[in-house]
């Protein structure tokens, strides 16, 4: 017997490898998840501020969620979910991503003293996933469907309110509804990406942007011979090829033999030939306009001009097939056998100056689903989170027309869904209860922070929604926060409209992260290889990060840790989250 007790313990990881557990590892999970959170919770809203995030010589600008997020590369693996659910979140509805990290960790927040009293995170899981889809069900029950223009006009203006371009919706509202319902009208609603472009011109004031109703991109890269094209074109012929049109060396290692000078002169009057014979088939397809993706070079350029065409190589892959849709042509492979079927035509093109930029414009096409937004502005930062914004509209948008209905803002469905909640939760015995209880509490968060960002009177204003809401029920349906004037009014009055989905997509969203985060009761980080080609890939956080595990010795006053630091600290402040990566706050953006 006192054999058998002294033999060792039988060891199946790597040596040097963390285990952590148990209720102290789920309670660390949670902290994690709120220090994530405080990195976005003053973004939220039209008062929102701005995060400014630089990584080596990029800096980025922006309030919005899922961007920070992916720019911190937070390396904390729980914490990663919350990451996760902001992309999907931005993918799937484009606006709503710091909503949905802030109710993720304010549910994980209020369920934490439960964790730390030993109730069963399963039971808590079986909870929560029950009360969210009660949840979702509440905000499908409330959401109305008014007049469709009416609704896709103040849902954008909505979506780009707390956008740094906020001041500038009565110009962008109407480009964005515009462009989203051309393409619902034609079913193609779903490939926004595919047919909606976003060009960015740095110069010029923000009220310069303008859209354009057909294709519009930057002169590519000319050669010679260029600037004596025709430039305007009136229901021109359009050829759209993939072929390239310069005289090329042969490829490497080729081998040519030859027994006289003079077979030598053949070989390059061939290769001559065989430019020669590619440029006359376009010029006889009777085209007026011809696009390539690969390069058209000066001898094809010059071709081109002394007959009175006008081409560019080079094109964006995007900007092809946009100009291929808008105008019916046929991208070609081959310059044989060039008929008018592969042509395509618009009504008009031209080459028109855009503050530096000269741009190409392709408008009045028969397709009129492809649209181009052109934004101005003063620097490219400011430029870049504009198209962000853009972006995010177009999505609400698109999100909207599919929805079909659409929700109050300013914290008022959260507010009624979380009355509604704590009314059930007295309904229930047992330690449900309590959590149900936590998940509307929790759903306080959002009026809550956009008090604070708004810097209105949080407590004041919160007693007022709770005591509208309870009195009143469903008549107060729509009762949120007043950012203009403080206080609380209708916010459907207001015209603070949001898509249906959105706010559904955020309830499930918070809910499913907060049960993955619950669920996790080990922690395994094994430490880094010994083989010194396998230490780049044992990194974690990007260059310049330390190893996992490893010391929190950092630029910005020792702020940036390893994901160890997080993950053993009880409180970890926001900037300890991305190695390497630091971020400041920046001016608001409302």
Request: hydrophobic fraction near 40%; include cysteine; proline fraction near 4%.
């Amino acid at each position: 017997m006192n054999q058998m007790g002294m033999r060792p313990g039988i060891i199946i990881l790597r040596e040097g490898t963390d285990s952590s557990q148990g209720t102290p590892q789920l309670v660390s999970n949670i902290n994690a998840c709120q220090a994530v959170a405080d990195a976005v919770r003053t973004t939220l809203g039209p008062r929102g501020m701005d995060k400014l995030v630089a990584k080596g010589n990029n800096t980025t600008i922006s309030n919005d969620g899922a961007t920070i997020m992916k720019l911190l590369e937070i390396a904390h693996p729980a914490a990663k979910t919350l990451v996760d659910i902001s992309m999907s979140q931005d993918l799937s509805v484009g606006d709503g991503t710091t909503s949905v990290v802030l109710l993720a960790a304010e549910i994980l927040s209020k369920l934490k003293p439960l964790v730390e009293e030993g109730l069963s995170p399963t039971r808590m899981i079986q909870t929560i996933r029950r009360t969210g889809k009660q949840a979702v069900q509440k905000v499908k029950d409330m959401a109305i469907s008014p007049d469709q223009q009416t609704m896709l006009l103040k849902c954008a203006s909505t979506a780009l309110n707390s956008k740094l371009i906020s001041s500038h919706q009565d110009l962008f509202a109407p480009m964005v509804v515009s462009a989203v319902t051309k393409l619902h009208e034609s079913g193609n609603v779903d490939e926004i990406a595919d047919w909606i472009a976003i060009k960015q011109i740095p110069g010029g004031d923000v009220r310069s942007s303008f859209l354009v109703e057909g294709v519009a991109f930057k002169k590519t890269f000319s050669y010679a011979g260029f600037e004596q094209m025709t430039k305007r074109f009136e229901k021109p012929k359009i050829l759209l090829l993939n072929v390239e049109l310069e005289l090329k060396s042969e490829k490497e290692n080729a081998e040519v033999r030859i027994s006289s000078p003079s077979e030598y002169q053949s070989i390059v009057d061939a290769e001559w030939q065989v430019i020669y014979d590619k440029l006359d088939a376009c010029v006889a397809s009777g085209a007026n306009i011809v696009l390539s993706k690969l390069p058209i070079g000066d001898l094809a350029t010059q071709y081109f001009a002394d007959r009175g065409l006008f081409c560019a190589g080079r094109v964006v892959d995007g900007d092809l097939k946009r100009v291929a849709k808008a105008t019916n042509a046929s991208i070609q492979t081959t310059t044989n056998g060039l008929t008018d079927e592969v042509l395509g035509t618009c009504g008009l093109f031209e080459e028109k100056q855009v503050g530096d930029e000269r741009f190409n414009l392709f408008t009045e096409c028969p397709s009129t689903l492809t649209c181009t937004v052109v934004l101005r502005g003063g620097t490219e930062q400011f430029i870049a989170e504009s198209e962000r914004s853009i972006h995010d509209a177009l999505m609400v948008v698109k999100r909207t027309i599919q929805s079909g209905s659409v929700v109050a803002g300013g914290g008022a469905v959260e507010m009624s869904v979380s009355n509604f909640l704590r009314r059930r939760a007295l309904e229930i015995e047992g330690k449900e209860q309590l959590i149900v209880s936590a998940y509307s509490k929790a759903l306080e968060v959002i009026p809550r922070q956009l008090c604070e960002n708004a810097g209105i009177d949080a407590t004041d204003t919160l007693s007022a929604l709770r005591r509208k809401h309870a009195q009143d029920g469903d008549d107060a349906k729509w009762y949120g926060v007043n950012i203009e004037e403080g206080g609380i009014t209708d916010t459907f009055e207001l015209g603070v409209w949001e898509p249906s989905d959105n706010k559904m997509n955020s309830f499930e969203a918070a809910t499913e992260a907060a049960c993955v985060i619950l669920s996790i009761d080990e922690t395994i980080i094994t430490p880094p290889s010994q083989d010194p080609g396998a230490q780049a890939s044992g990194m974690m956080g990007g260059a310049g990060g330390p190893p996992m595990g490893g010391g929190g010795g950092a630029p910005m006053g020792g702020m940036m840790g390893s994901a160890m630091d997080i993950a053993n600290s009880g409180g970890a402040r926001s900037g300890q989250l991305a190695p390497g990566v630091s971020y400041m706050k920046g001016r608001g953006g409302g």
